[in-house]
């Protein structure tokens, strides 16, 4: 025996039965319905962890990944009709085909098996904008509801394998939206409230879309923001919408359309029954449209029975969820962290999910503790930024409230610094909860890299997402693509052999998939970002290795931004970076040269590129600063040297690093010296 771990026991029983089954059986015919996990365990009983076990099943589910997944898809997944083969898989390709010939429907899997047995079960609880209020909804609601608007996208034509576009507050209505797509097969595309009415026709566009689901209005921080004119606004330039349906959220007298249909009234008047439609595991279930280090962003495209999957058994073991317990993810469903935590994690395990509509520091810095208190939460997912910013606002606003009923504290989107880490574990935790810092993305679509399930928070490792979840292989490569073997290692993070969660494709451009995640290191998943594996063998993130900056958690594409202010008439070129930031964790920095002649104030200058990068993307990725330069630091081939301009935004003037190789190395000078003036004037 390695080391002893009680505590959240119920999770490390599971996998050692899940262990011993798979040990001990030779590989039953797939059809067979398996029982071995959480059907024989009873999560009241306590029993010790042995590290031992965890590693075991961890090599297991490397080594044999097709018994690992295909026992579990069998016993956590309700089929229609099981698979006949679980994986053919080939990573040169960024081929991933899981559970083959399997029939499923994903809210089948959600709803219905949970509403034959407990359907008066709360599925959600809306914690509204307003508040201090909150409604909740049973299963048996959800479920009614589901039908009523799957029906209703039935009568409208919308049929399975078409793409739905939803532009929606956090609300049961947006999750019922995301589930009725699921239930006729469609495919939701779910575009996060805050982009623009250009960054939404952009995205419906790509995905063809006929339909946009949205609301009269949001509500955010006791602000409202004009959800349906900016779908008008963005279906103005998109020939192919057909329909708009429009929920009531704040019931604001919202000019209609021809094409517009009120979503309440429609679904009023539907049936409170729809057969699930069979789905093919690997057909798509969603599109989410994600930022990359090049051109636009792309649909990551996810299939049904391996996300769900995957969703299912990181959102149980990862927070160590247990029957009866209320989750909260405050993410919004507009990220991927909403649609695997919010949504379908919790579902599919028949949880309790609570629904955030509001801000973290509305209507003050107390509003997330009030919530814990009120609504008796058990684990806390939320983001670095939120807790670096509510630090700042000092104890007192947390310690007014009791949090007894929290267990575990999750976070999510960035790497969380050790101040922040051990404010959430002292003050938030009271040092007696887990914090689990979890590491994944988009393309993942559920977390690879969390100090769960397992003995590692006995000894608590700030910074640290520590180590992989079952059946995921992490590994460090160098910038030649050679292995980085042993410990105290850093390198590019990449993935070997297929996981169930992983992305299928970008949507209609299975090339680009390719030339981003699968050829810059042949034979792995490359996720992008840089980790360190130290002495102990975990895993550290240490930040994107690409032009992808991530702005509280929101993650985007330099290239977007430039694209954005390159439309100015007077800019020649632009190029932006991240630096750090106390709150946001990076902030953006722009450097721009205008073009020969142009004559402009500064001011409005720079007035005007915010305007323009809040009309192309959204408030959020407006620049913290803007730089005129004289010239942009580049190599004889033209390549902009966004090493130096980072470390210029960072005020970090020491090693630039050899600027011989430069066309005209006497711009890094003029950089400098407009940063300083630049910095001066501001202070
Ligand atoms: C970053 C969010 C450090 C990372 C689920 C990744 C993190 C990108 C962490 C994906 C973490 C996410 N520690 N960095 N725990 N979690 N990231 O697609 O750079 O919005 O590549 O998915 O966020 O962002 P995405």
């Known amino acids: 025996m390695n080391s002893i771990y009680v505590g959240q026991n119920a999770t490390n029983v599971l996998f050692r039965s899940l262990f011993q089954r798979l040990r001990l059986k030779s590989f039953r015919k797939v059809q067979t319905r398996s029982l071995f996990l959480s059907e024989l365990v009873p999560s009241q009983h306590k029993l010790s962890f042995v590290t031992r076990d965890h590693e075991e099943i961890y090599k297991k589910s490397i080594q044999e990944p097709g018994k690992f997944w295909g026992e579990l898809a069998l016993s956590k997944l309700q089929w229609i009709t099981p698979f006949t083969k679980t994986m053919d898989c080939e990573m040169s390709k960024g081929q991933h085909k899981w559970f083959m010939d399997g029939v499923l429907n994903v809210s089948e899997n959600c709803l219905d098996r949970h509403v034959q047995r407990t359907p008066d079960n709360i599925a959600l609880i809306w914690e509204k904008d307003e508040p201090g209020t909150h409604e909740t909804v049973s299963y048996r ?44 097969g469609a495919a939701h595309s779910v575009v996060f409230a805050g982009f623009s009415a250009d960054a939404l026709a952009s995205r419906i566009m790509d995905a063809g879309a006929e339909t946009v689901i949205t609301a009269d209005q949001g509500l955010r921080g006791g602000k409202t923001i004009n959800l349906k004119q900016m779908v008008d606004e963005a279906v103005s330039k998109c020939s192919g919408v057909k329909r708009v349906f429009v929920m ?22 539907e049936s409170n029954e729809c057969i699930p439609e069979p789905m093919n595991s690997e057909d798509m279930l969603f599109l989410l449209y994600t930022s990359g280090s090049t051109g636009k962003p792309k649909g990551i495209q996810h299939s049904q029975a391996g996300y769900l999957l995957y969703a299912n058994l990181t959102f149980k073991h990862v927070f160590g969820y247990e029957p009866g317990d209320i989750f909260s993810c405050v993410a919004d469903i507009g990220w991927i962290t909403g649609h695997s935590y919010v949504v379908y994690g919790p579902l599919s395990n028949g ?6 509509e509001s801000i973290p520091t509305y209507p003050d810095p107390g509003r997330y503790w ?44 960035e790497p969380i610094n050790a101040e ?8 938030v935790g009271e040092k007696r909860c887990t914090v689990v810092d979890t ?7 559920g977390v690879f890299l969390a100090p769960r399930p397992g003995p590692d928070n006995s000894m608590p490792k700030p910074e640290f997402a520590t180590r992989p979840f079952f059946g995921v292989e992490p590994v460090l490569l160098d910038s030649n693509g050679k292995e980085l073997v042993g410990n105290n290692v850093s390198g590019n993070l990449c993935i070997r ?9 970008v949507y209609g451009d299975h090339q680009r998939f390719l030339e981003t995640y699968y050829t810059t290191f042949p034979g792995y998943y490359f996720t992008g970002d840089g980790a360190l594996r130290d002495e102990d063998g975990h895993y550290r993130i240490t930040g994107r290795v690409d032009d992808v900056i991530n702005i509280s958690g929101h993650r985007l594409g330099t290239a977007e931004i430039e694209d954005a202010l390159d439309y100015h008439p007077d800019v020649a070129e632009s190029a932006v970076v991240g630096f750090p930031h106390e709150i946001k964790g990076e902030g953006i920095y722009a450097y721009v040269t205008l073009k020969e002649g142009a004559v402009i104030k500064l001011e409005d200058l720079v007035l005007q590129l915010k305007n323009l990068v809040k009309k192309e993307i959204g408030s959020f990725a407006v620049p913290e600063i803007i730089q005129v330069a004289s010239g942009l630091p580049k190599t004889r081939s033209g390549k902009i040297m966004r090493r130096i301009l980072r470390k210029v935004a960072a005020n970090d003037f020491h090693d630039l690093g050899d600027v011989s190789t430069l066309a005209e190395p ?17 202070s």
């Not at 009531?248 to 008047?269: H, N, Q």
């Not at 711009?667 to 407009?674: F, L, N, T």
């Open 420 to 427: 922040a880490w051990y404010w959430y574990n002292d003050i």
């Open 141 to 184: 609601e959800l479920l009614k509801m589901t039908c009523q608007l799957s029906n209703t996208l039935k009568n409208h034509g919308i049929k399975k394998g078409d793409r739905v576009c939803l532009y929606l507050p956090n609300s049961p209505l947006a999750v019922v939206s995301m589930l009725a797509c699921s239930r006729i």
């Open 248 to 269: 009531s959220r704040t019931g604001a007298d919202v000019p209609m359309g021809k094409i517009d249909i009120p979503l309440e009234k429609a679904m009023s008047e």
């Open 370 to 413: 009030e919530m814990v208190e009120r609504l008796k939460i058990n684990i806390f997912y939320g983001a670095p930024t939120a807790i670096r910013l509510l630090l700042k606002y000092g104890n007192d606003w947390v310690e007014k409230y009791d949090r007894s009923s929290l267990k575990v504290l999750g976070t999510v989107g």
């Open 351 to 356: 949880a309790t999910s609570v629904l955030f």
């Open 439 to 445: 590491w994944w993305q988009t393309e993942t679509g």
């Open 666 to 682: 006497s711009v890094v000078k003029d950089i400098v010296d407009e940063h300083k003036k630049l910095m001066h004037s501001k």
């Open 497 to 505: 052999g297929s996981v169930p969660g992983l992305a299928r494709t």
